[in-house]
């Protein structure tokens, strides 16, 4: 009966040589390919490092007149301008505005990179239910496996660095946005398309014409929730070589700094709040349509 | 009928949802009805052997309770829907032959819709909404922006083309959908129950500006609705489907002088006949004039009534629109045309 009470596991030799057999296999694969791989990539790092030095190097008055030029854009409201520039002036005036920077570069590019790769991942997903049957479940793993799972085969194949740090980062952030846009586009009024079919609409002026402006409230919600998830990831990312705000965080954990840890921590938290009201305010106004009628 | 008159020819058209369709086609075929379809292969019949000539510049009405089919049918027309058997014939071309690129020219050319619910745009303004069926034809801005606003004057809505859909009334914006539809200058025109979502005043409104607009541009209309007074209001030609079926396709005056069966009778027990029978339906026929008032072929039996209630003794003469007697009626002719036809005596009260 003892097969009852323990669980008939393999042996431990067995289990030891699997081990040995996959990390061996992604050893070699890493070995053969991670040159290329990160040859491939080297053009996002010369952007990236470009970016980050742009952001830095900008003397911070333009920097803030220009933030807050598009919080304005994106928001019209004189309240969240206010309190972007107060915002800014406090993390100036704590030491932060460097690391601020850092953080922010490193956040445009990936919420970028998850746009560009999500929003045409979404469409997709939209238009075949096979191309959605097979995504949703990768979707799935990278929102709920464990971010440290996968910063290992990240930083065996890149090493530790920026690039590795951004990916890592948009693994975690992207599922949002391309969940939202195959969402938006698929819940768009199946009249409205009728009508253009039955006025002899192709596929692309279908898309491009009803579905994606009808569908932008709910991706523009995508895109917000990808900032989100990015900025929640400067933490991690910063683990794995990753400049910005993250890393006086992680030293303020291991040698107990609380006022370090606080000030870097409420510095992310300012530029989430900032992001997410003007994205939030920028997704309403899009769809003032929608707010007008009469009925 | 002539054939040359004839624009649009349904022959033998039959539609089963579900899986397994060309099996249930032989079933249905062989004379298998709709619930019994459903019960055995789980397929619902949505059309079942319809055959319809269309004629170019009429108004076609397809009626029918909801279920019955007739948003299907309009469908089929324009492939928004594909048949399990049959053909539609435009012209002699068979409109299920062709390529998805000669559809998308087919529909943008010759052939445009007006929905119930509207359907609008609701991103777009009322200018671009209306001219959306031109743009998308790569025409430049400037033609149909002019060509919509064309329209859009016409459907009586000057000065609203910068607003969107939902800032403008149902009645409203079944007008922008009716000047959407007109935009393209398309032959035929498709109305699924364009004017059921209206309330009764907005409705007999749009009525006369769809009569109004047709006695100028003669379109091929073909107008789907279960209203039956509307039905008789704007119809050349009425078709009444049932369950899939076509149960009838006469002239509306022949719909309630010689309904085909229980379910037609049905549909016309609660008209108001003396409103609707015209005079040429229950006249006796004759070339001699009567003693009494001489009046048109197509007045209506309450219009006569009025008439002959000043002496009811005397017939009165009817005339054709060319002024030629064609016949005469009497007081008891006048009462028999109110009766309902013989065949729904049995099963109606009150």
Redesign the interface.
Known sequence: MDWFFNFPDMSRSDLREFKKTVDFAFTDFSRSYGQGIEEFFEPLLMFLVWFEKLFINTPWPVIIFSILLLAWIGSRSILIVVGTFLSFMLIGYFGMWEDTMSTLAIILVATFLCISIGIPLGIAMARSNKVQAAIVPILDVMQTIPSFVYLIPVVMLLGIGKVPGLIAVCIYAIPPIVRLTNLGIRLV?K??L?????????YW?KLF??QM??ALPTIFAGVNQTIMMALAMVVIASMIGVKGLGLPVLRAISNQYLALGLMNGLAIVILAIIFDRVTQKFGLRMQK??N???? | MNSKNILIKVNQLYKIFGDGDKSALDLVKNGMGKDELLEKSNCVLGLNNINLNINRGKIQVVMGLSGSGKSTLIRHLNRLIEPTSGEILFNDTNILNLSSKELIQFRQNNMSMVFQKFALFPHKTVLQNVGYGLAIQNISKDEWSEKAQKWIKRVGLDGYETYYPGQLSGGMQQRVGLARALATDAEILLMDEAFSALDPLIRSEMQNILLDLQSELHKTIIFITHDLDEALKIGDRIAILRDGSMVQDSDPQEIIMNPADEYVSDFIKDINRARVIQAKSIMTPTNTKSSGATVKEDMVLEDILQIMSDSPSKPVTIENSKGKVTGKIEMVNLIEGMKRPKSLGTNITG
């Open positions: 009024d009249d409205v009728e009508a253009a079919d039955s006025f002899g609409a192709n002026q014409g009803v402006p009808l349509y929608r007008e009628g009469k009925d």
